[in-house]
């Protein structure tokens, strides 16, 4: 992604230097661990309406059963224990099983636990918005910031309205923190963002009916943990490897059974078109399966949704897995930048772009991100490389807008990014073509990338942007090289008297040692020159013994890359 955004801002964590204006640690580049589980999806088709009814019954029964054990976790707080959670389950296996009663519980603490963890990061979101107010009112108006602290406000009115936000956050901050040290959180089932909506039918363009579809179908739980050692991997939700469906109903729903043992059995057949092999072979091998049954209103259909855990492929070391070279891929707001570099760093070939609108509803998102991402990976395959460089991003801490209060273009388009969805399908979708995803620091790439990179690789044949040569830069990273193409020459002269420099050809590359031709631009002077100078500096003999000067500057070919 680019450092800076059109406004001027430094994008955060990449390009802003630390107050005392070194330059920060660079982390290591590693390899990201291949993902631990898989999940498919199909379509229910040919349903009947009294499978519908079923279904509808049985995920609202459910549904009400895992709204009260929720309201009881959560009141527990943090004096839940081991007992409390047996007692929990005693309770809700009389209304419905002891299966069912297991899979309510841990999406119980499933959900208690993602609330709080969500609760721990809005306080510390508060926190930091409340130091950088308090930061900013300290200063005069008008002053500027230094290194990444931003500088005071620019109005008197602006620091008014500030020192307001600043009492509102402090206020909201004390009682977040009261609920978090007493182990309160507060969570509704269905979402809170659609309870708001039954207030605003009007904006958001529905009707009760719909709105009550949409509510019911959030609420609704039918979801199944699968056993090991069990008939097809799970006794509540079974799928044979015909792709017949059945679930075993609870106790209150059991005359509406139409098998043996409280099942009923779905019109529908199931046949999962991806992984379809892999799903196939657990169930035959009575390996765990957990099942999900779900509702999407706004299309009015079924889907069931399987998921199973898998051991990780074990990760290659990082000399192993770019032992071929690597591709850096630059992420942008729009686009991947991706450059091909060879095991030694050189760049290889032309840029590349794959690009994708992140406007739209979450799953058009999605969609163009997979679609990406799945262009990226095949022509890296067709490459030949074993590697994909990319930066490590993480903007949590950087949408706020006590911190880019004024650029509000520029939070939106950090806001944006998908950074942790994008890693988690870059991963998973990578392992299933046999590359390995290095993740680096994003620190200086854009920056040091254009500096080094950009001008000695533009040609009338090749337009390079500072998205193409940041792509390099994370590749070099990656690889383990020095952003830089060279390193400063020896202090005494510009020969090798003193040893190879640390970011140059290697020994046995052919041309390294060829003459580089003089500069053959005008100096960028600024002062004002009289025809005597403009004489004496533009004479074939001072151009002729400047070229050969050492300290003079040369172009460096691409021979002398690392």
Excluded at 218 to 224: H, I, K, V, Y
């Amino acid at each position: 992604m680019s450092r800076t955004a059109s406004s001027g801002v430094v994008a955060p964590g990449r390009t802003a230097r630390p107050p005392d204006g070194g330059v920060r640690t660079i982390a290591p580049p590693f390899v990201a661990a291949g993902p631990s589980g898989v999940a498919v999806r199909d379509r229910l088709k040919g349903l009947t309406a009294e499978d519908e009814r079923v279904l509808r019954l049985v995920g609202a029964h459910l549904g009400s059963l895992a709204a009260r054990d929720l309201k009881m976790r959560c009141r527990d707080g943090l004096d839940h224990d081991a007992d409390r959670w047996a007692a929990r389950k005693r309770e809700l296996t009389g209304v419905s099983s002891s299966r069912w009663a297991g899979s309510i519980t841990k999406a119980t603490h499933d959900q208690w636990a993602l609330a709080r963890g969500a609760q721990h990061a809005h306080v510390q979101g508060l926190e930091s918005g409340v130091r950088t107010l308090e930061h900013r009112l300290s200063l005069p108006l008008g002053a500027r910031g230094a290194g990444r602290a931003p500088g005071g406000y620019r109005s008197r009115r602006e620091w008014f309205a500030k020192s307001r936000r600043l009492a509102a956050l402090k206020d909201r901050l004390t009682g977040e923190r009261a609920d978090r040290d007493a182990g309160i959180v507060h969570v509704v089932r269905g979402g809170k963002r659609l309870a708001h909506v039954r207030h605003h039918l009007e904006n958001a363009e529905l009707t009760e009916q719909r709105w009550r579809e949409r509510w019911e179908a959030g609420r609704s739980f039918l979801a199944a943990d699968g056993e090991s050692g069990k008939r097809y991997g799970n006794e509540t939700i079974r799928l044979t490897p015909g792709g017949e469906a059945a679930l075993r109903l609870p106790a209150p729903l059991a005359h509406l059974a139409n098998a043996p043992h409280g099942r009923y059995v779905l019109a529908a057949r199931v046949a999962f078109q991806h992984r379809g092999a892999e799903w196939a072979d657990r169930i035959q091998a009575d390996r765990a399966v957990a099942y999900r049954i779900h509702h999407d209103p706004e299309r009015d259909r079924w889907y069931l949704t399987a998921s199973w855990q898998r051991t990780p492929a074990r990760t290659l070391p990082l000399q192993a897995a770019c032992a071929q070279g690597v591709i850096g891929v630059d992420t942008n707001a729009d686009h991947f930048a991706a450059y091909r570099l060879d095991a030694h760093g050189n760049p290889v070939g032309d840029p590349k772009r794959f690009g994708y609108d992140l406007s739209g509803t979450a799953d058009h998102r999605d969609a163009q991100v997979r679609h990406a991402i799945s262009r990226l990976l095949h022509w890296a395959k067709r490459c030949g490389v074993t590697a994909i460089g990319i930066e490590n991003l993480d903007f949590t801490a950087e949408k706020a807008r006590e911190k880019h209060g004024r650029k509000k273009r520029f939070r939106q388009l950090i806001s944006a990014l998908p950074t942790g969805r994008l890693k988690a399908r870059l991963v998973s979708m990578a392992a299933e073509q046999d590359l390995a995803i290095v993740a680096v620091d994003p620190a200086y790439t854009s920056i040091w990338g254009d500096e080094h990179w950009r001008k000695p690789l533009t040609s009338s044949k090749r337009k390079m942007s500072r998205h193409d040569a940041a792509g390099i830069a994370i590749g070099r990273r990656a690889l383990g090289h020095p952003i830089r193409r060279r390193t400063a020459p020896p202090r005494d002269d510009q020969s090798d008297r003193r040893g190879h420099r640390t970011a140059q050809a290697r020994p046995g590359a052919r041309g390294r040692e060829g003459t580089r031709p003089p500069v053959t631009e005008p100096a960028h002077d600024a002062r004002r020159r009289t025809r005597t100078q403009r004489t004496r500096e533009t004479s074939p003999s001072n151009t002729v013994r400047d070229a050969r000067s050492p300290g003079s500057r040369h172009q460096m070919s691409l021979l002398d890359t690392a």
